[in-house]
């Protein structure tokens, strides 16, 4: 007889319990999502344009026009996108 692929598991979450048993939980706040690419951390469309732009140079520009074709996304969207990089 065939064990369900979870029966297989209950000794790796039985050893993990036990070594978590009785470890203190901190409560350190609330979890927040931090923006790096603006210095106040807010995330925004024009912080986005400004960190390309920033990153982007003549070579590499090419190299995304390549990368840019490949991916796999409706044509329209490529075409746009390669549009506002040529502006």
């Known amino acids: 007889m065939r064990r369900p692929l979870f029966d297989s598991k209950i000794g790796m979450a039985i050893t993990f319990l036990s070594e978590v048993e009785g470890k203190p939980v901190h409560n350190y706040g609330s979890d927040s999502w931090d923006w790096a690419a603006d210095p106040s951390g807010i995330y925004s469309t024009n912080s986005v344009y400004s ?3 920033e990153e982007a140079t003549v070579d590499s520009l090419e190299e995304c026009f390549e990368e840019l074709w490949k991916i796999k ?3 329209k969207i490529v075409v746009f996108a390669w ?3 040529n502006m």
Do not use: G, K
């Open 73 to 75: 996304i409706p044509s």
């Open 83 to 85: 549009t506002i990089m």
């Open 51 to 53: 960190m390309f732009w």
